[in-house]
């Protein structure tokens, strides 16, 4: 079975763009959450999605927002980009909640 | 800000020591789980720990789950270079899986 999938893999913007990160779940998992991790630090929560409805919500300011779409896949979007957004963006399913994470491969997004 | 916090940050060892993380809350956990992250790539699940003073082992890695359901550790035997990554705990607080700190363990032959 392929695990969760993400694109792209790496991406360079410039401040005051925007970017769509996308993100696959594994078959069967209806809940997609997505992280922010900064160079050196732990995985921060940005959204969670189940069955397409947003569950959770974390300390991000409203430039970031996300949906899901009825096959379960999600996407994460960022608007006018600040230096402070470069990040590795992981995106995790799970079968829902708070449960084990399965991690996708990251999308690096570099802001100029 | 974190709500989860690991100790140490960095620590390297020679291969074959032992070396050991430590995750605490101030809060009662319902769970907790452990991940690794290997350099350049991301996290993997290793194992979940639910009830209070639960114990798991996988081969060389043990997994504890304090009495009080605030703290955890893991702890690898006999370190080998596979083992290098950031380990992270991760819990349930206020229904968002919150990541700990991490610990990075660097080990050399």
């Known amino acids: 079975d392929a695990g969760v999938t993400q694109s792209p893999t790496h991406l360079i913007k410039t401040r005051g763009q925007h970017v769509t990160l996308r993100c696959s779940p594994i078959?069967?998992?209806?809940?997609v959450s997505w992280y922010q991790q900064v160079l050196g630090q732990g995985p921060q929560f940005i959204f969670q999605?189940?069955?397409?409805?947003?569950?959770g919500r974390g300390n991000f300011p409203d430039r970031f927002s996300a949906r899901q779409f009825p096959n379960y896949s999600s996407e994460l979007n960022v608007n006018a980009l600040l230096l402070g957004d470069s990040a590795l963006y992981l995106c995790?399913?799970?079968?829902?909640?708070?449960?084990?994470?399965?991690f996708g491969p990251g999308t690096r997004l570099l802001v100029l | 800000g974190q709500q989860v916090m690991q100790i140490p940050q960095y620590q390297h060892v020679q291969e074959g020591e032992d070396f050991t993380t430590y995750c605490n809350s101030s809060?009662?956990?319902?769970?907790i789980q452990w991940y690794k992250q290997r350099p350049g790539g991301h996290p993997v699940f290793l194992i979940q720990?639910?009830?209070?003073?639960e114990v798991k082992k996988q081969k060389r890695l043990t997994f504890q789950f304090g009495e009080a359901k605030k703290n955890s550790s893991l702890h690898i035997t006999a370190t080998q270079t596979t083992d290098v990554g950031t380990y992270f705990c991760?819990?349930?607080?206020?229904?968002?899986?919150?990541f700990g700190t991490g610990t990075r363990l660097q080990v050399t032959l």
């Open positions: 999605y189940y069955e397409k409805e947003e569950r």
């Open positions: 991760a819990a349930p607080l206020y229904d968002k899986l919150t």
């Open positions: 995790a399913s799970s079968l829902g909640g708070t449960e084990t994470q399965y």
């Open positions: 720990l639910v009830k209070s003073g």
């Open positions: 809060t009662t956990l319902s769970n």
């Open positions: 078959s069967g998992h209806k809940s």
